[in-house]
């Protein structure tokens, strides 16, 4: 018989920043190849947390 299609079989990705995977989302349809972040919130982090932050001070 054939196998019913599951919730898990959306693709995944590790987010960027926190590191913990994130299922596909319907808003990403268009442009899942360039998600790399889990929420908005992560994408800022990883943008901000590039390779040199800005010294203090
Ligand atoms: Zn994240």
């Known amino acids: 018989m054939p196998r ?3 919730k898990s079989d959306l693709p995944q990705k590790i987010c960027a920043a926190c ?3 994130f299922a596909w989302r319907r808003k990403w349809a268009r ?5 790399r972040y889990c929420s908005k919130r992560c ?4 943008t901000s947390a590039a390779p040199c ?3 203090r001070g």
Not at 43 to 46: Q, V, Y
Request: proline share 17%.
């Open 31 to 35: 442009d899942w190849d360039a998600v």
């Open 43 to 46: 994408k800022d982090a990883g």
């Open 53 to 55: 932050p800005a010294p």
């Open 19 to 21: 590191a913990r995977p």
């Open 4 to 6: 019913m299609r599951r």
